[in-house]
């Protein structure tokens, strides 16, 4: 393995340093040599996704990592995705192609004002969404993804008193459909946030046969306007059960790349943002990732994820209390 202090010279980030014209091939020979796997968010791009060992949602690779035998797990996502998959397998090797990939949900809950923040709810419950740090996780009852966290929250007795962080539109809309008064950390996604309302209903006008699918990162008002909320892999599969022909997409475009797969014959519009001047629909924190820096990575195996072990130790808990009750609830 080289050193990577002569990647870093060779200028990892910006330049090609493989000289290889298929690095598809290569990088496929390279995750066999190694016994290696990658596993990919839906929102990479499509030449990640086609790649990959596994293509998920948030819950799915972290079920995934917490299974694989593979020595080596390239996490093509973000960097909470990794710590999540080094705090389920720790002795595994973690690596995320390009450690700039954050996100801004997780960046929008530091620990130390979330602990202060809990501590004045002693009685409470802490849920977070797994789009946190591991000292956030540290410092919860139970982490939840936008797949499960219905079903763990409804898990809760009525009378417990709850609190969500860090998305306070996936919080409110969990609030909305279980009758909770959960209390809301007050963060959100950027990417998500941006959708516009306005043009979402000019659209909706010109294709009004379309369904709109959001999730539930999205501010209320374009949940209202949703025909179904769902998670990345619930809205693929409504988008493929569903007998509609054209959808709305308000969420992060790269999903759309396993919607087209599961179903060639519709047609599906990524929701516009407020700006028509910029792609911000698309997660630029996910979109750091390339073919090019994924296969450096496996190369020269860095960068790596490391989380502290007394943080981990406390971390793994709650997710592990989500995996176990997601299992139970077939999810
Ligand atoms: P999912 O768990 O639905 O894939 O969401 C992850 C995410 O980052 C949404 O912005
Ligand atoms: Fe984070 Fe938003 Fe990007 Fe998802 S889309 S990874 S929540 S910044």
Redesign the pocket.
């Known amino acids: 393995m080289e050193r990577k202090e002569n990647w870093i010279k060779k200028g990892f980030v910006d330049e090609p340093i493989a000289n290889i014209d298929n690095l598809e091939d290569a990088f496929l020979k390279l995750k066999k040599e190694k016994n290696a796997v990658l596993m990919a ?2 929102y990479q791009e499509a030449r990640i996704q086609n790649i990959a060992d596994f293509v998920g ?3 799915a690779l972290a079920q995934f990592a917490a299974k694989t035998d593979a020595e080596i797990i390239i996490v093509a996502g973000v960097h909470f995705m990794g710590e999540s998959a080094k705090i389920l397998a720790p002795h595994k090797t973690v690596l995320v192609p390009d450690l700039n990939a954050g ?1 801004s949900l997780a960046d929008s809950c530091p620990p130390d004002e979330f602990s202060k923040f809990i501590a004045r709810y002693p009685d409470h419950k802490v849920i977070t969404y797994v ?1 946190t740090s591991a000292e956030i996780k540290a410092l919860s009852d139970i982490v939840v ?3 499960n966290a219905k079903a763990i929250v409804d898990s809760f007795a009525p009378d417990e008193k709850l609190i969500f962080g860090p998305d306070r539109n996936l919080g409110n809309y969990i609030n909305s459909i279980t009758g909770r008064e959960m209390v809301l950390w007050d963060g959100a ?1 950027h ?2 946030e941006k959708f516009s309302l306005e043009k979402m209903l000019e659209l909706k006008a010109e294709n009004p046969d379309a369904e709109i699918l959001a ?1 539930p ?1 999205c501010k209320k008002q374009l949940l209202m306007v949703a025909d179904y909320i769902g ?3 619930a809205l693929l599969k409504y988008s493929a059960l569903s007998s509609s022909n054209t959808f709305i997409v308000a969420t ?1 475009s790269g999903i759309i790349h396993q919607m087209k797969l599961k179903s060639p014959q519709k047609i599906f519009i990524p929701a516009p943002p407020n700006d028509s001047t910029c792609a911000c629909n698309d ?1 630029e924190f996910m979109r750091l990732n390339t073919l090019q820096k994924i296969y450096n990575a496996l190369k020269y195996e860095w960068p790596s994820i490391q989380v502290k072990e007394d943080t981990r130790l406390k971390a793994v808990k709650p997710i592990e209390r989500m995996l176990e009750l997601s299992a139970k609830l077939g999810l």
């Open positions: 968010h839906f949602d948030s819950l996100c789009n993804t936008s797949t996604c990417v998500h999730h990162e998670s990345t892999s992060e997660c």
